[in-house]
């Protein structure tokens, strides 16, 4: 059989950044990160094991002096207020793409407030996520979350709309989602709308669909938290029908697709593909081929 890492697979530039902050920082004493670094528990395993601890908000709130990192997703103005009143080191591992669109929305409600704006800011996004939460704070928390259409009944259709995008949803469904609303708004209601959408993960649908279609078979990698890993798995899956998500070599899962599929795996054209999340180590992708092997 043959056996291939997608090479467009693995840590987005935004986490790679923020694990290699953990590591660096590491060496240097006790290190908090405030929630899971990355929605892999592998490498969250890793990374505690160096001696990263992971924290909740709780706990941040209890915390008295100490170095906390701040995760790729970004964080809402709060958790800066109280690391500066407990005296916590904060080492800032946002993503600049969110840190740019958290800017973008916290200018665009200044100014309406400025204005005396009877506008709504809605965010399309994934509800509680942690990217979504620190985007809402720019807005004191009055933003509007739209994860589908059932969620358009929470908007006041004859008051001014601003449109922005959580940095990893889907560009078709965003623009979907902009056609909706454009069916619903009143007339001459202005409608605003950005699309924040990374293309470094957007451009990953098309590679990973590209690539899913070359192979007899398809072990997607990720984590069960990560709401990328669904996404991408789900187009995996429409790509080609023999994919099998796993979070490591030792998901049981793995083992009894390979039993299954004992007489195909001696064909030498056999072709195994292996990919995964933005939040999927590269380590973890090769352990699952050298499994294989």
């Not at 706990?59 to 500066?84: D, F, K, M, N």
């Not at 916290?106 to 704006?117: D, L, N, P």
């Not at 928390?141 to 995008?165: C, G, H, M």
């Not at 697709?257 to 292996?274: A, M, N, T």
Request: aromatic share 6%; hydrophobic share 40%.
């Amino acid at each position: 059989m043959v056996v291939t890492i997608d090479e467009h697979s693995g840590f987005c530039f935004g986490v790679t950044a923020a694990i290699a902050a953990a590591e660096e920082r590491l060496g240097e004493g006790q290190l908090f990160c405030l929630g899971d670094i990355v929605h892999n528990g592998q490498e969250v395993h890793r990374l505690e094991q160096m001696g990263l601890e992971t924290i909740d908000y709780e706990q941040l709130r209890e915390l008295r002096g100490g170095r906390v990192l701040l995760r790729a997703h970004g964080e809402p103005p709060s958790t800066y207020h109280i690391a500066r009143d407990n005296q916590i080191e904060v080492i800032d591992a946002t993503c600049p793409v969110v840190k740019k669109l958290q800017e973008r929305i916290r200018r665009c409600y200044e100014q309406m407030v400025a204005r005396g704006e009877a506008a709504q800011i809605l965010i399309y996004g994934k509800v509680g996520h942690a990217e979504v939460i620190g985007l809402q704070g720019q807005t004191s928390n009055t933003a509007i979350v739209i994860e589908s259409e059932k969620d358009l009944d929470k908007v006041d259709w004859t008051r001014p709309i601003y449109l922005f995008s959580q940095t990893t949803m889907s560009v078709d469904a965003f623009h979907a989602m902009v056609e909706q609303i454009e069916k619903h708004v009143a007339k001459g209601v202005k409608f605003e709308w950005h699309d924040t959408i990374c293309r470094n993960v957007a451009n990953r649908v098309a590679q990973l669909r590209a690539f899913a279609r070359e192979q007899d078979l398809v072990i997607f990698v990720g984590g069960k938290k990560s709401s990328n890993a669904k996404v991408l798995y789900h187009h995996c899956c429409e790509a080609n029908a023999n994919t099998l998500f796993v979070e490591s070599s030792q998901d049981p899962c793995l083992a009894e697709e390979l039993q299954k599929r004992k007489s195909e795996l001696c064909r030498p054209d056999f072709r195994i593909g292996i990919c995964g999340a933005t939040s999927t180590p590269l380590w973890l992708m090769q352990q699952v081929a050298k499994a294989l092997e």
